[in-house]
């Protein structure tokens, strides 16, 4: 089955009540995956941090962030005449990767939107050394068609640079900023998936981008952010049924950890993986969010061990702790468990 109709047939919902459909939630692939392809590792990004590339003080902070995700920016954060000095700087970083000591944290480039014109001059630049970022980050993608385009030129820029590591999984991950590319997000998702079979790309994240995506609906911008209510949903339920993570908006306020705290928590439990972060403050706070708490961990660990026994005597609801179980109850459960095996 492709992957634009396994969503499908997600978003539609399936309705199975069988032993099979069950132990499914447990299994470490789906049936309908492809099995000839390799499991990748999960790599959690709860807080994505954004560092200048042209930022010399910024840059050197870079050991002691302990961001999961940390962005060398080459769009937002950079100066129209800094562009060509924050490609740079961010090849010889690459270069000389090793000594920045990112530690468990992912190495992540932002490139310019590919509308921008500057986009090809940053992947020839960021793919012409030997070493490759973990990961790419395509920002204002509004059409599928920017991703094809996208696609050739990184595979251009590898081929120029006789990469050796050009066989070596990029992860792709996508910036919604308009309400455009919000309409297209599910042609966006399934063009991503496609194309990942003519490079090394792999689509892994999407991120939600609030002030652009305010400054292009014309509301206005609010704490509690509540004209955005809607559009964050959806980023959650394409992102879902896609398989990919769904990274939330900016708290701007970084002096406000309460109201970050309490932002972040409910971005959480929207069904969020993670939250972009501009201040090394905010990401302890942040990563603590999206991250299970030992209740949780323990709630849902004894709750898959009574599920299991009761599989096992074929059984199908059953009662946990004084509620009654079914279904969606264990494969939150479920959830919670791989989300602590990854981050451990």
């Not at 689509?203 to 209510?229: C, H, M």
């Amino acid at each position: 089955m492709s992957r634009i109709g396994f969503c499908l047939r997600r978003l539609q919902g399936r309705a199975s009540g069988t032993t099979a459909a069950r132990r499914s939630f447990f299994t470490s692939q789906s049936s309908s995956q492809d099995t000839s392809e390799p499991q990748r590792k999960y790599t959690p990004r709860r807080a994505l941090m954004y560092v200048p590339g042209n930022d010399d003080r910024k840059l050197a902070k870079i050991p002691s962030l302990g961001a999961d995700c940390i962005c060398l920016d080459c769009e937002d954060g950079v100066a129209l005449n800094k562009k060509e000095e924050a490609r740079n700087k961010i090849r010889r970083l690459l270069d000389d990767r090793p000594k920045w000591n990112f530690g468990k944290s992912e190495c992540s480039v932002r490139v310019n939107a590919v509308g921008s014109g500057m986009c090809a001059d940053d992947l020839n630049v960021v793919l012409g050394g030997e070493n490759l970022p973990d990961a790419v980050h395509l920002p204002k993608v509004d059409d599928p068609e920017e991703l094809t385009w996208f696609v050739q030129r990184y595979n251009n820029a590898l081929a120029e640079s006789e990469n050796e590591e050009a066989s070596t999984t990029v992860s792709l991950v996508m910036f919604i900023e308009s309400a455009r590319a919000l309409l297209r997000l599910p042609e966006i998702c399934a063009m991503a998936e496609q194309l990942k079979m003519m490079s090394n790309l792999v689509p892994e994240a999407v991120v939600f981008g609030s002030d652009d995506f305010v400054a292009d609906i014309g509301a206005t911008r609010t704490t509690a952010a509540t004209e955005l209510l809607y559009a964050r949903q959806k980023v959650v339920a394409v992102a879902k049924a896609f398989e990919l993570q769904a990274i939330d908006l900016v708290h701007i306020d970084y002096k406000d950890l309460d109201g970050l705290k309490k932002y972040s928590e409910e971005g959480a439990r929207m069904g969020f993986t993670g939250k972009q972060v501009i201040h090394p403050s905010q990401v302890p706070v942040v990563q603590s969010a999206f991250s299970p708490s030992e209740e949780k961990i323990e709630w849902a660990t004894n709750l898959i061990k009574e599920f299991r026994e009761h599989e096992k005597a074929g059984k199908g609801a059953f009662t946990f702790r004084g509620h009654m179980i079914d279904m969606p109850l264990v494969k939150q459960a479920n959830n919670i468990v791989q989300m602590k095996d990854r981050l451990s």
